[in-house]
């Protein structure tokens, strides 16, 4: 077994393609000049933010559990110290292009990007999708590339990391826009995961497992549809109205209003049977999304 490739500096990227370092924290890779990126089925891990697009396929390149969906025209956006697994493996082709945008967190940090960083899900979905790119988003995505690069050309001065930063930033609202298309152009398919995330949470609280281990994580849930958690989190929010972690919430309280009403059972016998440690944390829960206590609800009904 290989071991882990840790890329930890923007530098050992540009030594890694044999570019230039141009800035420390920050560098745009032309892929259509790096005639071999990898070894065969190397792991790498970066200290930094990775976010490439490539117009061929890489046949084996998985990031996490699975293989990555990154088709011909995609791109994929990666978190700091997430694995990505890939092998030289590809099919060529005479136009063969694309970049990479790679940039240290160090570099947002203390800007108004910086404190945003958290809101771009996607650096998250790991296996779940690639961004798939008309030819005006390509074209769109690639003029910001082009503004990043052309600053990097540029002597640094007090304007460099400003203007550097305000494109990254534009970029990733673009990325955040084009999701967004995504989630609609693929509503069958989402509709798909949606009946299977109803399934499991169905299976899990008509089971024994809702009292011996509590209300299911989101990972758990996202595990059980072979997906990322952020991803699954975003699509259903995207498709009923709430998050995976709502929704957990919406099918517990909905199986403690049908025991309210269709038992004797005491709060605390209830709370229990729910996976609650302690019934004031049921109660407490229970109020949050009805407005009214377990016992307040039993009255009323």
């Known amino acids: 077994m290989k071991p882990i490739l840790q890329v930890k500096t923007i530098s050992e990227i540009n030594n ?3 570019g230039v370092t141009k800035h420390p924290l920050v560098a745009v890779v032309d892929f259509s000049k790096v005639d071999e990126l990898i070894e065969e089925d190397v792991k790498i891990s ?12 890489a046949n084996n390149m998985r990031y996490g559990r699975q293989q990555y969906d990154f088709q011909d025209g995609s791109l ?12 030289s493996e590809i099919d060529k082709k ?6 990479g945008l790679f940039f240290h967190p160090d570099l947002v940090r203390g800007t108004t990007l910086g404190s945003k960083m958290k809101e771009y899900t996607f650096f998250s979905y790991e296996t ?9 988003e390509k074209q769109i995505l690639y003029d910001c590339v ?12 007090n304007h460099s990391q400003n203007l550097i930063v305000s494109n990254i930033e534009l970029l990733l609202n673009y990325c955040s826009r084009y999701y967004g298309r995504q989630f609609i152009t693929r509503k069958h398919s989402n509709r798909d995961v949606v009946s299977r995330v109803e399934q499991v949470l169905r299976a899990y609280f008509s089971s024994e497992v809702l009292k011996e281990k509590g209300l299911p994580s989101v990972t758990y849930l996202a595990g059980e549809v072979n997906l990322s958690p952020n991803y699954m989190s975003d699509l259903l929010k995207k498709e009923t109205g709430m998050n995976a972690k709502d929704r957990i919430h919406h099918f517990l309280i909905e199986e403690a209003k049908n025991i ?6 005491s709060i605390s016998e209830i709370a229990y049977e729910l996976g609650f440690e302690y019934p004031q944390y049921f109660s407490k829960l229970f109020k949050q999304k009805t407005g009214n206590t377990p016992q307040e609800f039993r009255n009323l009904n």
């Not at 994929?76 to 092998?87: G, K, S």
């Not at 005479?94 to 970049?99: C, F």
């Open 128 to 136: 779940a999708e690639a961004l798939h790119l008309s030819e005006k």
């Open 94 to 99: 005479e136009d063969m292009m694309g970049w």
């Open 146 to 157: 082009q503004k990043i690069e052309n600053e990097l050309n540029e002597n640094i001065d």
């Open 260 to 265: 309210l009403l269709g038992s004797n059972k």
């Open 76 to 87: 994929i956006c990666i978190a700091p110290r997430q694995i990505l697994t890939m092998d």
């Open 46 to 57: 970066c200290d930094f933010y990775c976010i490439m697009f490539k117009n061929y396929c």
């Open 16 to 18: 890694f393609v044999k």
